[in-house]
């Protein structure tokens, strides 16, 4: 009976034994889903934009919901400073931003200061992409056989010109793609030669074709060519108003279905401004620049078609209020359609003018060149590093295409 004693004793010690490590195992495991369920709960709440913020005047901490900064600059590598506070570099993300209005900007050694106020919304990233401009532009020469009238196509693809060359006289093409666009960079193209009986290359306009395989030339006392560029011939038209109709109609058929297919209704208004002829659409086909009087003042005004639309952006742009009796600057599209190209002055009079970058919602303008210029339009290179004019640093007649660097 003794022994039966204490061997259930020994049994039961062991079974408690047993229990207890059964229990602490149990505990452990618990403890450890809980611990990876709070840290998970923890990193979704950081990652959605939640953050610790304490009340100075009440003394406690509260969760608020934040919002984030996705900052890039071109060129890359510059400071970004949030509300006068450095607080990375670009290109990247500033995380825990109090919803509301922010001032950002953006500096690099030898650009000017990129700066905008910018609003910043619970649980989104509010996305900046600052196009940074030099402070010593550096210009160089694009052609050197003279040029006159420049038209770009509409890809931004192509420049052409009239040129007085000594050896092949004409009109030429001018390819943009590519890097390091420069006068002994790139290979012009004679689109059609001057010969015995016509001078193509003293035209005074050129207009481009939607599909950029013709060229409607307009030479003196109104006289029109239609230049083929696949076969590089020419043919006086008579019907000069009926093609540039055509191709107008063409433009406004594409335009529509862009309209047509956008996710978001467009106002009545907007769309019958955005198939007229003062519409002028950026590279991207999703935004237009359009003018309204208003008084005596003149507004210009960006229509945003995109879908969706970038956190920040509204849909309509004001870029700027003029005076509707003072000379009206000439735009042309910066290549990112985020920006335009203004050229200012009485160019056509006093042989001079300014050039500046500004964003589509008026911020930022950035002067680019100031100086000699022998034509009121700028062009943006399609990978946006160079603006294109026509100027002359000499005291002939002879005016030449050139590059300003802004990066």
Request: charged share 25%.
């Amino acid at each position: 009976p003794n022994m039966e004693t204490k061997e259930s004793s020994k049994k039961s010690s062991k079974n408690k034994k047993t229990f207890k490590f059964k229990k602490l195992g149990y505990m452990e495991t618990l403890l450890t889903f809980v611990i990876l369920g709070g840290i998970t709960t923890l990193l979704y709440l950081y990652t959605s934009g939640y953050r610790l913020q304490k009340d100075d005047e009440e003394g406690s901490v509260n969760v608020e919901r934040t919002g984030m900064i996705g900052v890039k600059s071109i060129p890359d590598r510059a400071n970004v400073y949030v509300d006068g506070v450095l607080r990375t570099a670009t290109d990247d993300t500033i995380a825990g931003v109090s919803p509301g209005t922010h001032n950002l900007r953006v500096a690099k050694k030898g650009f000017l200061d990129w700066e905008k106020d910018i609003e910043v919304y619970e649980q989104l990233v509010t996305d900046i992409t600052a196009v940074l401009v030099s402070q010593s532009p550096r210009l160089e020469p694009l052609t050197n056989t003279g040029a006159k009238y420049p038209c770009i196509s509409p890809s931004l693809s192509k420049l052409a010109y009239f040129s007085p060359d000594t050896e092949k006289p004409g009109i030429w093409i001018i390819p943009l793609t590519g890097v390091n666009i420069g006068l002994f960079r790139t290979n012009p193209t004679i689109a059609i030669e001057d010969t015995k009986y016509t001078a193509y290359s003293e035209g005074e306009e050129i207009i481009w074709s939607p599909d950029e395989k013709n060229l409607l030339v307009r030479a003196k006392n109104d006289v029109y060519y239609l230049v083929d560029l696949n076969s590089s011939s020419a043919q006086t038209t008579l019907k000069s108003e009926d093609i540039l109709k055509e191709w107008k109609e063409k433009q406004r058929e594409k335009r529509k279905i862009i309209i047509d297919n956008s996710l978001v209704k467009v106002p009545e208004e907007i769309v019958e401004t955005a198939l007229s002829d003062e519409a002028f659409w950026a590279p991207d086909e999703k935004k237009f620049l359009y003018t309204k009087q208003n008084g005596d003042k003149l507004e210009y005004w960006v229509y945003n078609f995109e879908i969706p639309l970038p956190v920040g952006e509204k849909a309509n742009s004001l870029v700027m209020t003029l005076d509707a009796n003072s000379p009206q600057p000439k735009i042309n599209w910066y290549t990112d359609s985020f920006h335009l190209i203004l050229v200012e002055g009485n160019v056509e009079e006093e042989k001079k003018g300014v050039v500046s970058l500004i964003r589509i919602d008026g911020s930022n303008k950035s002067e680019i060149y100031n100086n000699t210029l022998y034509s009121d339009k700028a062009f943006s290179t399609p990978g946006g590093d160079k603006v294109i004019i026509l100027t002359s640093f000499k005291s002939g007649d002879q005016t030449d295409l050139y590059t300003v660097s802004i990066r």
